[in-house]
Nanobody, 127 residues
């Protein structure tokens, strides 16, 4: 069983930055694809970014491309989401997700294809 714990959320003003972290309980996640999703009140959960186990392949939603960067440090069983130029529409609860990839280049964007989920961290962006 893999446990994921997100941190780094908070309240910022539009245009500012935050870095989210997701720490995994098991070293096996170094071979897992990791993803970030978010859910705002009254909205569906949406894909934000994903990274392959090696870190060489990434995938971003169009809404965050160019502003957010996903990265990972397998030695620390941790994945990061650097969020720059934040907008009020980025406000949401951000969730970390993981699964052992069906193939090495898999960076899925569909939430129900991930096996493990964290509890989420709140990001609030004021205008």
């Amino acid at each position: 069983q893999v446990q994921l714990v997100e941190s780094g959320g908070g309240l910022v003003q539009a245009g500012e930055s935050l870095r989210l972290s997701c720490a995994a309980s098991a070293r096996t996640v170094s071979t897992y694809t990791m993803g970030w999703f978010r859910q705002a009140p009254g909205k569906e959960r949406e894909f934000v970014a994903a990274i392959s186990w090696s870190g060489s392949i990434v995938n971003y939603s169009d809404s965050v491309k160019g502003r957010f960067t996903i990265s990972r440090m397998n030695a620390k069983n941790t994945v990061y989401l650097q969020m720059n130029s934040l907008k009020p529409e980025d406000a949401a609860v951000y969730y970390c997700a993981a699964r052992n990839a069906p193939f090495s280049s898999w960076v899925g964007s569909t939430g129900n294809t991930y096996y493990y989920w964290g509890q989420g961290t709140q990001v609030t962006v004021s205008s």
